[in-house]
């Protein structure tokens, strides 16, 4: 088993037992790109159980989050049909942060990439994001 395919169930497995885990960064020296291939792991593991990619989300969007985490830009991630949610069960939650944000969606694929087309093919809605992170601050 290789040390990525080990990290991302370790990730997996403190989800779904609702426990921390210690900083990954903090155990090894670890690169965006390392992290990424992590996150993809994570993610066939979840696809693997039946759940969804029904989303992407960006994240560490502002200078002063990047510099406290140590990356230069901002971060990307998917959203699966389990993680929308209209009710929120707070015993299912390891460490619960709230933050406003803004979802948006498209009403078709589009077909190329121009200002218009986008205009057309884009609306926004308030939403909010429960951050329930498996890592320990």
Known sequence: MT??????????????????????????????????KIQREVVRIKEKRGEKIVGKKIGLTNRAIQQAFGVEEPMSGYITDKMVISEVK?????????EAEIAFFLTNDLKSINRAEILESIYAIPALEIVDSRIRD
């Open 90 to 98: 707070i015993d299912e939650l390891i460490q619960p942060r709230i």
């Open 3 to 36: 040390e990525i395919l080990k990290l991302a169930e370790e990730i997996v497995e403190a989800e779904d037992k609702k426990e921390q885990i210690e900083p990954i960064t903090g155990r090894i020296e670890i690169s965006v790109d390392e992290a990424y």
